[in-house]
């Protein structure tokens, strides 16, 4: 007997098959979806800016001067390409990422990324600071409507990103920066 | 005494420290109560998941059938393992398979379980564990003290002299900051030059065949991003029907377990990159025979976020080494028994039955209920010290008969009104050690009532 099968006889001595599934949970959001949102991506460590078309650009270049940018929002004008990039490891030479997001939750600042909008899986992740554009009626109340609107069967991979990276672990003192980005910006658009 | 009031003892005896670590995790409980709370629908997500989680693990086999062939249809190898064993000699021979010589991990408490770094190391395999708090205690050779927080009871003086030593950092340098730098860069090399990548699972999707991996430093997705083998290493019971249910568990694992409204990274896999290899190791080792009990299987909807621990009075005061076993504090003493019930007996009884574990698990464990029944059935099987046998064979004896109980209560209050207090704390053993006993009654409650009410 192949242990899938041990395993599988052993959980049908076992299951009733009488639990049912609960009926679906709406989630409630008190407050000003947008102000929660900011408040969240706050908490998280991250922080926003607001700002009219003509300025996305250069407020991200001033904020990350000389930087190596990469970006994939045909919005942000980045310093080095993204084809110039055929293995994964070369990205580490990245020091900012520009992606544009389509999803964000306000209860929690999460941002959904999926691999098809990526040269490379790890980018999000190597780069030393992330950026997102962000168009705030992209912005859902919680997880509950975020994933009514994600189909993940379409993608090979995605990520719910809610802040820089950050550790606790030397005596519960918050770093931010651990082993992902230092920092993460979120250039919110409401025109 | 017992081995978890033994190792207590010992971890009270610095008490500057055992008050500390008291404190640190009960900040974290703060934490929980302050996202918790903000959530006004809380309970019913609380309610969602227990229901959720009942209803995979009494569905389980057609999960488990569903998601494989999901996971399967999406490229991913999907393996079996019976017990940690074959566990390990199957994450073993995919590494064989690729010529991997060196692995980088990311948390996995099931591979805590498994021994798995100590039986790769024999192998030859350099496993090299990602999670910052994990790569600490892997340097100083010490398990995880808590199953989230694995480097908790350390201090970073204590850190910073490790980094010294393994990282060349300035000595005496204990700025968590600079330490962390220090970390970054070091392990950054080796992401990137690491062969293969292993993760633990937070969720497996049987609708859609993938799995969720939940982190806060982004170690997961920096090694199994540029790794071209990618293991997971999953339990059979953390399924999940659909996707749309991730939302109830992602919204309360992490504000349960560091207060956090979710973790910094929320990583879906469903296919592996191309050209590249993914392989799903499902793992028994013990749970199909927590699953047969009626009463235990709820401990098997556990989602590892270890708000038990960070509530539990007698853990943030004995600290996790007291426990002797892979997942400590409350969750860890109604999963241990099952795994070996004679080692394990003497964790159901360091509780105090408050129920405090019960009031902040996320998906409704009763678990101060849980540990009052393995009380139950460890002393039916395992041999009590014989001081615990003779009294509580005596105390059955005396409430057994009203007259006995009144006679035997006269006696005692005079004694104890007689006996010098030194005297009586030293009687009541561990019990009088930081105790005062009560004053002793003038009269029994019959006597007064009898007097006062009839």
Redesign the interface.
Known sequence: M???E???N?????????????S?????M?EDRLDRYKT?LT??GGTWFQAHGADWDSTIHSRFPGAAILSLDSRIKGTIEANSFTE??AL?SVEVCVLPCRLA?S????HWVTDAALP???LP??CQHLVLLLDVNSIVP???E???Q?D??S???????????????????L?I?????RSFTVCLIAE | MTVHAEKAKQFLSDRERARWHDETLWLVRTKRDAAAFLVPEWEQLRDAASQIKRHVLDHLDDYLIQFEQNARANGVEVLWAADAAEHNNQVAAILKKHGVSRLVKSKSILTEECRLNEYLEHQGVEVIDTDLGERIIQWLGQPPSHIVMPAIHLKKREIGNLFHEKLGTKEGAEDPQYLTEAARQHLREKFLTAEAALTGVNFGIAKTGGFVVCTNEGNGDMGVHLAPVHIASMGIEKLIPRAQDLAVFTRLLARSATGQNITTYTSHFQKPRPGTHMYIILVDNGRTKQLKSPVFRESLKCIRCGACMNTCPIYRRSGGFSYGSTVPGPIGSVLSPNIDLTAYSSLPFASTLCGSCSDVCPVRINIHEQLYEWRQVITKNVRQPVLKRMSMRMAGFIFSNAWMYRIAGWKIRLFLRWLPGSWSRKLAMAWGRARELPEVPRESFHTWYRKNRK
């Open positions: 192949t242990s899938k041990k395993i599988l052993a959980v049908r001595e076992a299951v009733g098959k009488i639990q049912p599934l609960p679906a949970i709406e989630g409630v008190p969240s908490k998280a994964p490891h580490q939750v209860e929690n600042a999460a490379h899986r790890v992740f190597i919680t997880m509950h975020a994933y009514a994600i993940l069967s993608c090979g991979f995605g990520v719910f990103i809610a802040g820089p990276s950050k550790t606790a672990d030397i005596e519960q003192s770093v920066g651990a082993h992902g980005p």
